[in-house]
């Protein structure tokens, strides 16, 4: 979760774009924001003979930030009224 946190924080290093997704292996998590570095995660994983989930929350992410905006903006108007 404190990847997620760090990654949503203005100025981070690791943006969460669209097409980011989030690998997770038994002890450890990754974000891939290109397809060669799922690809690298994935062959790393794959010759240490983990198992990996990988989860596309790079959309999820964009949707639930305009959702968070959208209510903000629906909160503010309410208390300006």
């Given amino acids: 979760m404190e990847l997620l946190v760090a990654a949503s924080q203005p100025g981070g290093e690791d943006k969460i ?13 990754a974000l891939a ?11 790393e994983a794959l010759a240490k003979d983990l ?15 305009q959702r968070l905006a959208d209510e903000f903006d629906e909160g503010a108007a309410k208390d300006a009224a």
């Fill in 51 to 65: 198992p990996y989930h990988v989860l596309p929350i790079g959309a999820w992410h964009v949707k639930l930030q």
């Fill in 17 to 29: 774009h669209s097409r980011t997704r989030l690998v997770a292996f038994p002890e450890s998590v």
């Fill in 33 to 43: 924001h290109q397809d060669y570095q799922l690809l690298q995660l994935s062959e």
